[in-house]
């Protein structure tokens, strides 16, 4: 099982990015399928979800910006971040559960 992140990259404030997530080894239609994001010297918060029905979940300090998406026939999980702020500035992983299994990461940077 594989998650492999990409996307990530240095933008302005108010800039976009689009990340995403290439699963192997399962489909991404089975699992939770999550975006997490740590910020220096911070902990975990979960950015957002999409379970196997296609339900979201956003964290208030990103809803509204970001949308969280799913390819079956690429097997990818992809999030939309648009009007980026510094607070974003984070490295955001893919991870699935259940079982567990989490990305490499990839670090996105918001600043001017």
């Known amino acids: 099982v594989q998650l492999v992140e990409s996307g990530g990259g240095l933008v302005q404030p108010g800039g976009s990015l689009r990340l995403s997530c290439a699963a192997s080894g399962f489909t991404v239609s089975s699992d939770w399928m999550y975006w997490v994001r740590q910020a220096p010297g911070k902990g975990l918060e979960y950015v957002s979800r999409i379970n196997s029905r296609g339900t979201t979940y956003y964290a208030d300090s990103v809803k509204g910006r970001f949308t969280i998406s799913r390819d079956t026939v690429r097997n990818t999980v992809a999030l939309q971040m648009n009007s980026l702020k510094p607070e974003d500035t984070a490295v955001y992983y893919c991870?699935?559960?259940?079982?567990?299994?989490w990305g490499q990461g990839t670090q996105v940077t918001v600043s001017s």
């Open positions: 991870h699935a559960a259940p079982p567990s299994y």
